[in-house]
């Protein structure tokens, strides 16, 4: 029994000194992309970099009180975690303010919250509790249904206010799923889905269609029929061959059938009523013309600055996109830029290695867990982190919309860092307890 070490002792240094190292150098690059072309007044409370600061000085307090908080009351206390956070996520929509278009803040002054970004370890914490009761796993439908509603129900209010990125975010704990037990005829269904849905917004046609002999949208449909068809047989065929597979091969066939339609009639039909600007970003994303000339704003600047770091960068505060502002948001959503042409390419990899390191090794801590709870737990972290971290760079790199989503523990913004900081810590302070649990 290990218990009568101290805290200090029993938790996890590389995974603390990672999240360290990211704050550290995520702040640098918020003062760089925030000063202009001024020098940078490092004691300035009212700027960006020194509101930054005071956030991870206040997180670092919340990180040492998580660390002394015995394990057990984030288990006992998860189902309250998740029903305030969902009270919250209904309020907002009713008295929050807008910003950027979206209802998602309060506002206290010069302070705004977003409670969106602590429904997320909310969500993960309640759906450990949910699969490690019994034997921990997905072996029913009531259990599968239970899970997809606790993951569902802050998705959708998220949705609603509306935030594309977070809801994109609580989609990505499917992973967790998927490793308590989901089958994996749920993935080849999505991955189905995925497909016909890039065939939809590429031909502007939808599964529900009436084709039309000669028109784009007969084109498109028979299309999307043939990418369906084709990806299904190279899927399921070598199963047919074992018996007791065939039934498995039906099962999944009409399910990928079924969520190709009816995701391309939703996504047909979504594009439409999507404002104009969020209607075009993803119209452009997939190289599609459309009228407006500065659709393209954010990504054209955000790859021409990164590109324009070379192998070593310009320098710290040396970056002339950076300093003058042509990048929007580009100490929150698009601060990947900053990195890329004032750290260059050698700088983006050691970026891009310290999350990979990270990811990895919050991989490593669910694994060796003993308890049911904290392997659930440690799921939905990675899962959370790498969807954050996945459609982040991707955004920056024209690889995926642009749907406004932070770095972790990287971008400016209160909210986001606090919520990081519950997420992570809450699962530093319950894997330095694996050893007082006996199964």
Not at 22 to 36: D, E, K, P
Not at 59 to 68: D, E, K, M, T, Y
Not at 157 to 186: C, K, M, W
Not at 209 to 227: E, H, K, N, R, T
Request: hydrophobic share 50%.
């Amino acid at each position: 029994m290990r218990r009568t070490q101290s805290i200090g002792q029993r938790i996890d240094w590389l995974t603390l000194s990672i999240i360290g190292i990211l704050m550290l150098i995520g702040w640098l690059n918020v003062a760089s992309a925030t000063a202009g072309a001024s020098p940078v007044d490092w004691f300035d409370w009212g700027s960006k970099q020194g509101k930054q600061l005071i956030w991870i000085l206040i997180c670092s307090v919340l990180a040492i009180v998580i660390l002394n908080i015995e394990g057990e009351f984030f288990i006992r206390t998860s189902i309250l975690h998740y029903v305030i956070n969902v009270a919250l996520l209904l309020a907002v929509l009713v008295i929050g303010k807008k910003v950027g278009g979206a209802r998602s803040w309060f506002g206290f002054g010069s302070i705004s919250i977003q409670p969106s970004e602590f429904a997320k370890p909310s969500a993960a914490l309640l759906l450990a509790w949910l699969l490690s009761r019994g034997d921990g796993k997905l072996r029913n439908m009531k259990t599968l249904l239970q899970s997809l509603a606790i993951v569902g129900i802050p998705a959708a209010l998220t949705l609603l206010q509306p935030d594309a990125g977070t809801t994109l975010v609580f989609g990505g704990l499917i992973f967790a799923l998927y490793r308590e037990g989901l089958s994996g005829n749920v993935l080849i269904a999505g991955f189905c889905a995925l497909l016909v849905t890039i065939a939809s917004i590429l031909t502007g046609a939808s599964m529900l269609d009436y084709p039309l002999i000669g028109s784009q949208s007969a084109v498109g449909l028979l299309w999307m029929i043939f990418v369906t068809v084709g990806l299904l047989v190279w899927q399921l065929i070598p199963n047919m061959v074992v018996p007791r597979n065939r039934k498995r091969v039906k099962r999944t066939a009409l399910i990928s059938l079924a969520a190709s339609i009816l995701l391309s009639a939703g996504v047909h039909t979504g594009l439409e009523q999507l404002p104009r600007h969020q209607r075009e970003r993803v119209q452009v994303l997939f190289g599609l013309d459309v009228s407006n000339p500065d659709a393209d704003y954010n990504i054209r600047h955000a790859k021409a600055a990164i590109g324009s770091g070379g192998l070593s960068g310009k320098g710290f505060l040396n970056g002339p996109m950076t300093a003058y502002g042509f990048v929007p948001e580009q100490e929150t959503d698009f601060i990947f830029c900053t990195v890329g042409e004032e750290w260059g390419f050698l700088g983006s990899v050691v970026v891009i290695l310290l999350f990979t390191v990270l990811l990895l090794r919050i991989l490593a801590l669910a694994e060796r867990q003993r308890s049911d709870f904290t392997r659930v737990y440690a799921y939905g972290v990675v899962s959370i982190l790498f969807m954050h971290y996945l459609i982040n760079v991707g955004m920056v790199l024209g690889l995926a919309p642009v749907i406004g989503i932070p770095l972790p523990f990287f971008s400016a913004g209160g909210s986001s860092l606090m919520g990081f900081t519950l997420l992570v810590f809450i699962l530093l302070r319950l894997d330095a307890e694996r050893f007082s649990v006996l199964r």
